[in-house]
């Protein structure tokens, strides 16, 4: 069983043509509220790409419509809600501009997010088949508290260091990689997160290798490039991804971490795993918005 503990979050999204620099105002000519928040996300790509019933989500929304809606969505998508608990603040809420080549940028309010706690998992049976999935965007010493639950039953862990953080002491990025099995990291958080350890990282093999030495898994995703796996023993291996046009990006990575678990979930080997998760977050490019083109498992192909 998959449990995803994490954010929720409204997407506003408006589509320029250039995201605009600091102190420039720029057009657009609409915008969509859709559905987001890293947690949500990758709990609706797990779901999407699992069978029926292997994914629950824990998270907090506010007491008002978005939260409700939010709710609603993951329960339509096969998510489990019962773990997500109603707070007296707003649904955090995600400010997002879209550029024409699908590049984004995003602010992130964090409302509700900010006030889950551990406590929220305790209706959750946890034991040696869990797979946790956490990320940056709700409180860290909750979700490190959870990931040491999870590794006491046995389970595995898996943690997206996204986004990731300006400032985070190198002691709690030491604690966080001490319990995770798998670490997903984009480029650039491979670098940050090496750098901030005391690693020299030119590039992100480097960083992804130096980090894999700590005794987890360090997958780096690299867009166009595929992903890469880097393992303590020294071991790596590297999926393509296959060429696309996106429309936008956002929620690719969201994606590649929800399918990654729903595989291992299956007991796949990685390579596999790893697979079904490019190819996904490449589909997912596809559309506008974090979830309207998250594939379903037909999509990724599960034969
Ligand atoms: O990864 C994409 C997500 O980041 C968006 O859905 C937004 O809510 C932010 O959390």
Redesign the pocket.
Same mark, same amino acid.
């Given at each position: 069983m998959i449990l995803v503990f994490g954010?929720v $979050?409204?997407?506003l999204v408006a589509r320029v043509a250039a995201i605009p620099r600091p102190g420039e105002t720029v057009l657009s000519p609409s915008y969509q509220i859709v559905?987001?928040?890293?947690g @949500? $996300?990758q709990a609706i790509a797990a779901a999407r790409a699992s069978l029926p019933h292997r994914v629950a989500m824990a998270a907090r929304v506010g007491d008002d419509s978005f939260g409700r809606s939010a709710r609603d969505n993951l329960v339509r998508n096969g998510v489990a809600a019962d773990l997500v608990a109603t707070g007296s603040e707003p649904t955090?809420c @995600?400010f997002?501009t879209v550029d024409e080549h699908g590049e984004n940028a995003?602010t992130?309010a964090s409302g509700a997010n900010t006030s889950l706690t551990e406590d929220q998992i305790r209706g959750f049976r946890i034991d040696a088949s869990t797979i946790a999935v956490l990320q940056m965007?709700v409180p860290f010493s909750a979700s490190l508290n959870v990931a040491r639950q999870v590794r006491e039953s046995g389970g595995r862990v898996i943690w997206n260091f @996204?986004?990731a953080p300006p400032t985070f002491p190198a002691q709690d990025l030491s604690d966080l990689i001490d319990e995770t099995d798998i670490f997903v990291v984009n480029e650039h958080e491979a670098i940050t997160a090496s750098e901030r350890l005391g690693g020299t990282a030119g590039n992100f093999e480097e960083a992804g290798a130096f980090l894999s030495e700590r005794g987890c898994i360090c997958v780096v995703t690299a867009g166009a490039r595929g992903a890469f796996a880097f393992h303590p023993d020294g071991q790596r291996e590297r999926v393509e991804a296959k060429p696309i046009q996106p429309v936008d990006t956002?929620?690719a990575?969201?994606t590649f971490v929800g399918i990654l678990a729903s595989a291992l979930d299956e007991a796949l080997p990685l390579a596999t795993a790893l697979e079904r998760a490019c190819h996904g977050a490449s589909l997912t490019c596809l559309a506008h918005g @974090?979830?309207a083109g998250m594939p379903t498992r037909d999509q990724i192909g599960t034969a």
């Open positions: 954010s $979050n409204i997407d559905f987001g928040g890293k @949500a $996300n955090g @995600a997002i995003i992130v965007e @996204a986004p956002t929620g990575g969201d @974090a979830q």
